[in-house]
């Protein structure tokens, strides 16, 4: 069975970079055709898409978020990460990674997050 | 970036309502549109998928509909258990982006 896990310090400085892990177990993730995801949650800005990654590290960004964003991927460890700079308190959240899997029909391919870590909530605080 | 907005932000119904939520987005998607439920303390759910799929597990009481910019989704008959926040979200572009959500409250 498919699970995902996020990990990382609870509460992150204003100005520092918040780095997260998501752990995958069930399935590897190198070689595969699934996109890896990170999504936020606040009161403010509700669900906020941050990036789907490839194994291969390629993948998109939210533009939003871009310059201060990168993902990395391990697949020795079965993981990836996220790594978010200069964070203010707008970016404390619920943090939740997330499998972006398809559903191909017509010729079409349809995205859809379909399976999600339990998040880890992150307060950006001095 | 693709502007979600839902109606109403929320609702409540009696057990055995028929209830519709709507999903609208700033511009056409086509049929690229998800919905989750969320309960306190949980990861969103995916219940539907393009089109109109319903995910494997979830009652056959939920349906989705629509197309272009305009998108519902409807519980025939609502159960205790369907108290929690619906979100849609669209996977025509990206940024991916969600609706604020609906609340739907069992009385």
């Known amino acids: 069975q498919l699970q995902l896990r996020e990990s990382g310090p609870g509460l992150v400085k204003p100005t520092e970079t918040l780095s997260l892990t998501c752990t995958v177990s069930g399935q590897s993730i190198g070689g595969s055709s699934f996109y890896w995801a990170w999504i936020r949650q606040s009161p403010g800005k509700g669900l906020e898409w941050i990036s789907d990654?490839?194994?291969?590290?390629?993948?998109f960004y939210n533009p939003s978020l871009k310059n201060r964003v990168s993902i990395s991927v391990d697949t020795t460890k079965n993981h990836f990460s996220l790594n978010l700079a200069s964070v203010t308190a707008a970016d404390t959240a619920v943090y939740y990674c997330?499998?972006?899997?398809?559903?191909?029909?017509?010729?079409?391919?349809?995205?859809?997050?379909?399976?999600w870590g339990r998040g880890t909530r992150v307060l950006v605080s001095s | 970036d693709i502007q979600m907005t839902q109606s109403p932000s929320s609702l409540s119904a009696s057990v055995g309502d028929r209830v519709t939520i709507t999903c609208r987005a700033s511009q056409s998607v086509t049929s690229y549109m998800n919905w989750y439920q969320q309960k306190p303390g949980q990861p969103p759910k995916l219940i539907i998928y393009p089109v109109g799929n319903l995910r494997s597990g979830v009652p056959s009481r939920f349906s989705a509909s629509g197309s272009g910019t305009d998108f519902t989704l409807t519980i025939s008959s609502l159960q205790p258990e369907d108290c929690a926040i619906y979100y849609c979200q669209q996977s025509f572009s990206t940024p991916r982006t969600f609706g604020p959500g609906t609340r739907i409250e069992v009385k």
């Open positions: 990654t490839f194994f291969s590290g390629t993948g």
């Open positions: 997330a499998r972006s899997s398809y559903y191909e029909t017509g010729g079409f391919s349809y995205y859809y997050f379909d399976v």
